[in-house]
């Protein structure tokens, strides 16, 4: 963790980021090479070998795991820039109702792209991107009164929406009897599980790109955390700050439950633990989160896959359960500081 | 240093015939003042008349429904956010932060206006936060998280950013609200040094006799029209607070300093005053 310096230098972000690459590296390895089959990982990438070890590796785990980073940097990503839009660290797309929102976009598009001649896996993120965009603006729309956002206002009006959401999809696959393919589980508890390489690189294009131009937010974002007035009196142009965040962040979290269906607590756990070792500073924070976020995802996704040996548990569950108790625990401690 | 040397030359502030509100019914209405280059103008006035407006007004965070702002002649409107926050400043009422940005990092934040969108800071900019937090007296607090500092300490830290913005227009909005009397007294002498070097400062004052101890022209405001505007010993009178304020308010010279003394009647004094035959019980009124 080291002495929080008192500002950002370049060293320091360097040092920060070049030490989580190399731990996500390091936990890319580990994670791949643990599963409820054992192999050999030299075996594995020796050419020479019978080439099993090989195909559950390359074809099956490799693959997973770098899904799980993408899907977890993308959704740290959006957690840490909601957060500092809402000015609050409870603010996460699960919590806000915007998987929700991706997720019932998605369910719709299945159930369309079964009566139309287009492929599903063209229609999926885009049903999941709207369905966010359009649970983002209406939970926006809730928990604003007078163009001054209401914090706790918006977290319930996003407890609604999830809620709302998942009912919503209960009742689509209730009446058109069209999972087959993506259980409903899927949707609700999410799933990592792909060995489609062309997934794993259009998930990391749409995470690279939105984190791109998030990051480029960053000082914004600072700035923004003052309040929005304060922030328009430093010269950042607050609305198209806030447009600009508002759908690419959608966007992301469109394109992580598209792939892997709703994965609770990633954007509020570890924008938070992040913070807390680097310091709020958004051009670290941004940058740091997504790592720390693969890291974690992997992790969770690893242990989802091995901790029973009889089956597999949903990766959604692990995180919910540690997300659940660490939202309770913030909840209680702003609590405290708003009754101060 | 350096802008503020060149802020001679600019920061001008001119209100003209501002009329504007928030939902339906005009809360500011037909307000017209001006602040010359290196001016010291104070907005006074009752809870609710209009004051933080005016000075969100001329930050350009709203536009006036009529009249028009200018900044050294140039309409508010027609300038950019960036433009307008490489001018002015403002030290707002209140901040309220929820994330522990360092004090350092919170004064680094006024360099917002003159960086790129995700460009680290220069030795410079720096050195501009570094005197602000000296001359702000809050350097010791640098390196610590502004969500644990006193209300007091975080209108110091609030006017240090402003300062490291290096504006030639520095609003404050009731800056001295949190403040102990000392260290308001302290601010609004730095804010005379600051006046000194060419910055223009608008402020807006609950503290009539700060207002009447450190400002040129005093604004006085009623329900959000101008009910008086002139000098300190020209607004600052018995008759002008009686009647805004509702309340009777007394003013003297103090012969040492030779500024105004403000002092607002209790009721008991009040009823006394009324019935000053009734010698005998003045615990008795209706
Ligand atoms: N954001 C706002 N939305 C709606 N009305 C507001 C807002 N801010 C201030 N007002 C109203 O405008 C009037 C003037 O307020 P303000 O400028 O804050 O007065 P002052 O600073 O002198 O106390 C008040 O009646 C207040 O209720
Ligand atoms: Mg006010």
């Known amino acids: ?340 | 240093m350096s802008s503020t040397a060149e802020g001679s030359a600019r920061g001008r502030v001119d209100v003209e015939q501002v009329t504007f509100g928030y939902h339906r019914d005009a809360v500011v209405r037909d307000v017209s003042f001006r602040a010359p280059p290196g001016g010291f103008v104070g907005i006074i006035g009752p809870n609710g008349s209009g004051k933080s407006t005016v000075i969100k007004l001329i930050s350009g965070l709203m536009a006036p429904w009529s009249g028009h702002i200018a900044l050294d002649g140039t309409d508010v409107a027609s300038l950019s956010r960036r433009e307008i926050g490489r001018r002015v400043a403002v030290v707002p009422q209140e901040t309220d932060m929820p994330f522990p940005f360092t004090v350092l990092e919170m004064v680094l934040f006024g360099r917002t206006p003159h960086l790129g969108g995700f460009a680290f800071e220069q030795e410079r900019d720096l050195q501009v936060a570094r005197s602000a937090l000296e001359r702000t007296g809050t350097l010791a607090l640098a390196d610590r998280p502004v969500t644990e500092l006193s209300g007091g300490e975080r209108q110091r830290v609030a006017l240090a950013r402003a300062l490291a913005q290096e504006p030639a227009i520095l609003l404050l909005d009731e800056p001295s609200a949190f403040l102990d009397i000392r260290h308001a007294v302290e601010m609004y002498d730095l804010l005379r040094a600051l006046r000194d070097e060419g910055v223009t400062i608008v402020s807006t004052l609950h503290d009539l006799n700060l207002a009447a101890l450190y400002c040129e022209h005093i604004v006085l405001l009623s329900e959000g029209t101008v009910y008086q505007q002139g000098a300190p010993s020209a607004v600052i009178t018995y008759e002008h607070l009686t009647a805004v304020y509702e309340t009777e308010i007394y003013v003297s010279m103090n012969e040492i300093t030779n500024t105004l003394n403000v002092l607002p009647l209790d009721g008991r004094s009040r009823a006394t005053l009324r019935s000053p035959a009734s010698e005998s019980s003045p615990s008795r009124e209706t």
Not at chain 1, 232 to 242: E, F, K, T
Not at chain 1, 330 to 340: M, S, V
């Open chain 1, 1 to 340: 963790m080291g002495a929080v310096q008192s500002h950002l230098t370049r060293r320091r972000f360097v040092t920060v980021i070049g030490s989580l690459a190399v731990l996500l590296v390091v936990a890319i390895v580990v994670c791949a090479s643990i599963g409820p089959v054992r192999i050999d990982l030299f075996e594995a990438i020796d050419p020479r070998g019978d080439g099993v070890d090989a195909t559950i590796l390359l074809r099956a785990r490799v693959p997973r795991v770098l899904l799980a980073v993408a899907v977890g940097a993308g959704l740290a990503i959006a957690g840490a820039v909601l957060q500092a839009l809402l000015r609050n660290p409870l603010a996460e797309p699960h919590i806000l109702g915007v998987s929700g929102g991706a997720a019932f976009g998605g369910v719709l598009t299945l159930f369309a792209a079964s009566r139309l001649p287009l492929p599903s896996y063209l229609l999926t993120p885009v049903g999941a991107f709207a369905g966010a965009l359009a649970a983002m603006l209406i939970v926006y729309r809730l928990g604003t009164v007078h163009g001054r956002l209401q914090p706790y206002t918006f977290l319930l009006a996003g407890v609604v929406c999830n809620a709302f959401t998942g009912a919503l999809i209960m009742a689509v696959n209730a009446m058109a009897d069209l999972f087959q393919t993506h259980g409903i589980l899927f949707w609700l508890m999410g799933s990592l599980a792909t060995s489609s390489y062309r997934l794993v690189l259009s998930s990391f294009a749409y995470v690279i790109l939105g984190g791109v131009l998030l990051g480029m937010q960053a000082r914004a974002l600072n700035a923004l955390s003052l309040g929005e007035e304060s922030a328009a009196q430093l010269g950042v142009d607050v609305a198209s700050v806030r447009r600009t965040c508002f759908v690419v962040s959608s966007l992301m979290v469109g394109a992580a439950v598209a792939v892997s269906g709703m994965i609770g607590f990633v954007g509020l756990i570890v924008p938070h633990v992040t913070r807390l070792m680097f310091g709020p500073d958004h051009r670290l924070l941004v940058p740091a989160s997504a790592l720390v976020g693969g890291i974690f995802l992997a992790t969770a996704d690893t242990m989802a896959r091995t901790i029973s040996s009889s089956s597999e548990v949903p990766v959604g569950v692990i995180t919910a359960l540690c997300g659940g108790p660490f939202f309770v625990y913030l909840l209680r401690r702003q609590g405290e500081r708003h009754f101060r």
